[in-house]
């Protein structure tokens, strides 16, 4: 497909490209076709090995999305790219029709409205919960600036708001290092929610979780789905088919099937490379 390279020129760390970022912010991708992440011909090597080789992928506006397949699949590479944190040989991915984020920095992607949420949980282990979404709601300014400045009524609303979502609101002045594995997870969501971010992807979100955490996720992320894109990557097929709506099956850094969870789990080449086993 075509699409006008907008995006081309906001890459780099200049000043005038990082200026220019809250442009793509504020009116939000250009999903004009229905479709919030175009993946591209992405490839992506470490020393001679494709990790991701010449990946196709299209995400939906609003949609809740599984991916997944095999250990060593290219599904955390995918992530990788889409955040900025590795920069591809080849390809490209459109957030909407008109920005390339392979060239944005990992912190431009952020702005511009894609959150990520990596296995382990990064909280602050030694502040309250309310501390953490208003250090994640504070973002670039800093430690100091966010515990010692006022929050407004509206970011202090919008704190409330997201303890409601993420089902924190009883533990909100526990210290985060207290709370529960699954409950950490839930916080690290909640400091995603809190910029409001228009794509969230989570990579093994329910990995380590009780077997009520684990549908207690389920329900927060499919409640989530709809005003946001959810990209969820997980090898908990239980977890994958309760959510599931369109699955997507990498394997060898390429898409090998995609649809259904019935579809795709009755795939012979899925389940010879996966779901087999
Ligand atoms: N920084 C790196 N250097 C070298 N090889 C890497 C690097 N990152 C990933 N790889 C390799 O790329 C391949 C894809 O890895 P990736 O982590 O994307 O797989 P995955 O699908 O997320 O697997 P898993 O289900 O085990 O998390 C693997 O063979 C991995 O060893
Ligand atoms: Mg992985």
């Given at each position: 497909?075509?699409?006008e390279?907008?995006?081309?020129?906001?890459?780099?760390?200049?000043?005038?490209?990082?200026?220019r970022?809250?442009?793509?912010?504020?009116?939000g991708?250009?999903?004009?076709?229905?479709?919030i992440?175009?993946?591209?011909?992405?490839?992506v090597?470490?020393?001679?090995?494709k990790?991701?080789?010449?990946?196709?992928?299209?995400?939906?506006?609003g949609?809740?999305r599984?991916?997944?397949?095999?250990?060593g699949?290219?599904?955390?590479?995918?992530?990788?790219?889409?955040?900025?944190?590795?920069?591809p040989?080849?390809?490209t991915?459109?957030?909407?029709?008109?920005?390339?984020?392979?060239?944005?920095t990992?912190?431009?992607?952020?702005?511009?409205?894609?959150?990520?949420?990596?296995?382990t949980p990064?909280?602050?282990?030694?502040?309250?919960?309310?501390?953490?979404?208003e250090?994640a709601?504070?973002?670039?300014?800093?430690?100091?600036?966010?515990l010692?400045a006022r929050l407004?009524?509206?970011?202090r609303?919008?704190?409330?708001?997201?303890?409601?979502?993420?089902?924190?609101?009883?533990?909100v002045?526990?210290?985060?290092g207290l709370l529960?594995?699954?409950q950490?997870?839930w916080?690290e969501?909640?400091m995603l929610?809190?910029?409001?971010?228009?794509?969230?992807l989570?990579?093994?979100?329910?990995?380590?979780?009780?077997?009520?955490?684990?549908?207690?996720?389920?329900?927060?992320?499919?409640?989530?789905?709809g005003?946001?894109?959810?990209?969820?990557?997980?090898?908990?097929?239980e977890?994958?088919?309760?959510?599931?709506?369109?699955?997507?099956?990498?394997?060898?850094?390429?898409?090998?099937?995609?649809?259904?969870?019935?579809?795709?789990?009755?795939?012979?080449?899925?389940?010879?490379?996966?779901?087999g086993?």
């Amino acid at each position: 497909m075509h699409v006008e390279p907008v995006g081309v020129g906001l890459g780099g760390h200049s000043r005038e490209s990082e200026a220019r970022v809250p442009v793509v912010r504020r009116g939000g991708p250009d999903t004009s076709h229905g479709i919030i992440l175009y993946v591209e011909g992405l490839t992506v090597s470490f020393d001679g090995f494709k990790a991701l080789d010449d990946l196709n992928l299209y995400i939906e506006d609003g949609e809740l999305r599984c991916v997944i397949g095999p250990n060593g699949a290219g599904k955390t590479t995918f992530m990788d790219v889409v955040t900025g944190k590795t920069r591809p040989d080849a390809g490209t991915v459109f957030f909407g029709q008109t920005v390339d984020l392979t060239r944005l920095t990992e912190t431009q992607i952020a702005q511009a409205g894609i959150g990520r949420k990596f296995q382990t949980p990064t909280v602050f282990e030694h502040h309250s919960v309310f501390e953490n979404l208003e250090l994640a709601l504070r973002g670039n300014k800093g430690v100091w600036h966010s515990l010692f400045a006022r929050l407004s009524g509206e970011e202090r609303d919008r704190i409330e708001e997201v303890l409601e979502i993420v089902g924190l609101t009883e533990s909100v002045h526990a210290r985060a290092g207290l709370l529960s594995h699954g409950q950490k997870q839930w916080l690290e969501i909640g400091m995603l929610l809190v910029q409001d971010p228009r794509v969230l992807l989570l990579d093994e979100p329910v990995a380590g979780m009780t077997s009520r955490e684990t549908e207690r996720t389920a329900e927060l992320l499919t409640s989530l789905a709809g005003e946001r894109t959810v990209v969820v990557v997980e090898h908990d097929m239980e977890f994958v088919r309760t959510i599931s709506r369109r699955v997507t099956v990498l394997h060898e850094g390429r898409v090998l099937a995609e649809g259904s969870m019935e579809a795709v789990q009755n795939d012979p080449r899925v389940i010879e490379v996966y779901l087999g086993g």
